[in-house]
């Protein structure tokens, strides 16, 4: 399976709301796990006294798992009556454990959202004529597109293609030198120079960057006026094969307002597959692999594309709200002091269009085990004596699928001050195939908050090391990325690949098997034959972490070189 999921943001300047407590199905008792539970490791970092007990069970993890994948929850889709059943399940949770309201008295912040659906996406279609000939490309088979801007209605014809690499103004490589792209359509290759180059000097060689972020292309092209921008698909360089970028293109996306979300905003984007691609490019007269490759050294220059692109179509875009559920555990001696966990509850969906029986992404994976993560953990603390001395916030935050837009909504509007905020604390797609050797810190070697976890994984018996993936740009993927954008050191880890049972070849089978047949689709379910010895294995440690953060005075810094900073303390 994918140790650490996905998602890319950037905080926004939003004004903040409360609402009331939603109505919802009455929730039920969490039916227990359908198999035997490998029992548990003792808990790391005891105290002096003896009086801790980590009291993370699996078999309690299990069941709240089991309970948030399931049929009744309806794939937790933002904006749907799954949200509603999910969102109140996950507040009657924290009540029971003892938590309080996190959100200045209330359990919920809602975050403003735009739903935008294309009208008959099946019948959508990209016409191209060119040079050497004319192709059509037909929606979900060779391509996908929609309005980031909420228009309803939009027209191309006959719209200049400008091939313009990998999309990037940096302060020394700029992909758009000497070309104007004002009202064309622009062909972006995904991920970075870095990667496509193979040059450890050249951006960070095979670590993607903020600029290889799929947000980031489509914000760079909005702001230099492109009509439209489509980005080429490759699974090795986005991370994800081109059905994760169909499913989350065919249905209603959701986004921010864009009164809530300052900047230019493409009224057309998609993404192309590689192939098609190839047939554009041809239909033009010019190679795709010779200007792929020339997109990879520095100096490039951007290529005018003897074609242009024609397409139409509907959108009907609809306002609505979502929330973040947020609980927490006010310290005993620094209340205003905060450790933030977050994880978030949202997912796809359902979609009763889909070929078979099973039309629910459930995401018991991404990201059941998260939420069912963080309620486990504050329980943890709601039982710790003595309590902690700084309060411990617990945020299952929305719209994570959408771009981290719950998360980034919070970071504008913090329940605790970000400068009394010491760490957050976010966990995504939590590993079910056993124990492992090793744990996986994204974004290693950033901040302070290396040690906290290196100290809990040892007394585990188990080393840190950095990002196994990291073409795949996990660090920009996930909520934590807006908490660090903020000045807020995060922490972001889980178990690693190499398993105690099958080491690596193991480990990378199960992430490969998880990335190609079940993330973001219907078969991400819950399967009781999961071993549950790694979960605890991290939650333990990620409450240790929690639990040291909770007691101390001085706040985590940001280590020399990091990408980010915060103020001293």
Not at 324 to 332: D, E, K, R, T, Y
Not at 351 to 356: A, I, V
């Amino acid at each position: 399976m994918v140790r650490i999921a996905l998602a890319s943001a950037i905080v926004l300047a939003l004004t903040a709301c409360n609402r009331q407590e939603p109505t919802a199905p009455a929730a039920t008792a969490a039916p227990p796990a359908t198999s035997a539970v490998p029992a548990r490791p003792a808990p790391v970092t005891p105290t002096a006294d003896g009086k801790f007990d980590a009291a993370i069970k699996a078999e309690d993890f299990a069941a709240r798992l089991q309970r948030l994948a399931s049929d009744q929850f309806e794939g937790r889709k933002p904006g749907t009556i799954g949200e509603r059943a999910t969102t109140a399940w996950i507040k009657d949770q924290f009540e029971q454990i003892g938590l309080k309201p996190g959100n200045n008295g209330s359990w919920f912040q809602t975050v403003p959202m735009i739903q935008t659906t294309l009208v008959d996406a099946p019948a959508t279609t990209l016409a191209v004529s060119g040079a050497k000939g004319n192709e059509t490309f037909a929606f979900a088979r060779d391509m996908v597109l929609g309005s980031l801007d909420a228009s309803t209605e939009v027209e191309l014809k006959d719209s200049p293609i400008v091939f313009v690499g990998y999309g990037v103004d940096a302060p020394d490589w700029n992909d758009f030198a000497d070309v104007d792209v004002k009202g064309k359509t622009i062909i972006i290759l995904v991920n970075d120079p870095g990667w496509g180059n193979q040059d450890a000097t050249l951006f960070k060689g095979r670590t993607l960057t903020y600029y290889g972020r799929w947000t980031y292309k489509y914000e760079e092209a909005a702001r230099k006026g492109a009509a439209a921008a489509f980005i080429v698909h490759e699974t090795p360089g986005a991370g994800y094969p081109f059905g994760v970028v169909e499913s989350g293109w065919a249905g209603p996306r959701l986004s921010l307002p864009p009164s809530e979300e300052p900047g230019p905003r493409l009224k057309t984007a998609g993404w192309l597959t590689e192939d098609a691609a190839r047939r554009l490019f041809a239909a033009a007269g010019a190679d795709f692999d010779a200007l792929k490759k020339s997109a990879d050294v520095r100096g490039f220059k951007p290529t005018a594309l003897d074609a242009k692109l024609s397409t139409s179509y509907r959108s009907k875009v609809d306002n609505a709200t979502s929330e973040n559920v947020i609980g927490v555990l006010p310290g005993s001696t620094r209340p205003d002091e905060a450790i933030v966990y977050t994880a978030h509850w949202d997912h796809l969906g359902k979609d009763d269009t889909l070929q078979g029986e099973d039309h629910i992404y459930n995401g018991a994976i991404d990201n059941a085990t998260g939420v069912a993560g963080i309620i486990e953990i504050a329980e943890a603390f709601a039982k710790q004596q003595p309590p902690p001395q700084r309060s411990i916030v617990f945020n299952a935050v929305t719209l994570e699928e959408s771009g981290l837009l719950g998360a980034a909504y919070y970071v504008a509007h913090p329940s605790f001050a970000l400068d009394k905020t010491v760490a957050n604390i976010n966990l995504d797609a939590l590993p079910v195939d056993g124990p492992t050797k090793n744990v996986t810190v994204i974004g290693l070697g950033q901040s302070e908050l290396d040690g906290y976890i290196e100290e809990a994984a040892k007394a585990q018996g188990r080393v840190i090391g950095g990002d196994e993936e990291p073409e795949k740009g996990f660090f920009f993927r996930s909520d934590h990325v807006n908490f660090a954008r903020a000045g807020v050191p995060a922490l972001y880890a889980a178990g690693g690949l190499d398993l105690v049972d099958g080491g690596e070849a193991a480990g990378r089978k199960a992430a490969d098997d998880y990335t190609t047949n079940r993330y973001h689709k219907p078969a991400d379910n819950y399967d009781p034959a999961w071993d549950y010895r790694g979960v605890v294995q991290d939650l333990e440690a990620l409450y240790a972490v929690g639990r040291k953060l909770g007691d101390e005075t001085t706040f985590p810094q940001w280590k020399p070189g990091a990408d980010f900073a915060r103020p001293k303390k």
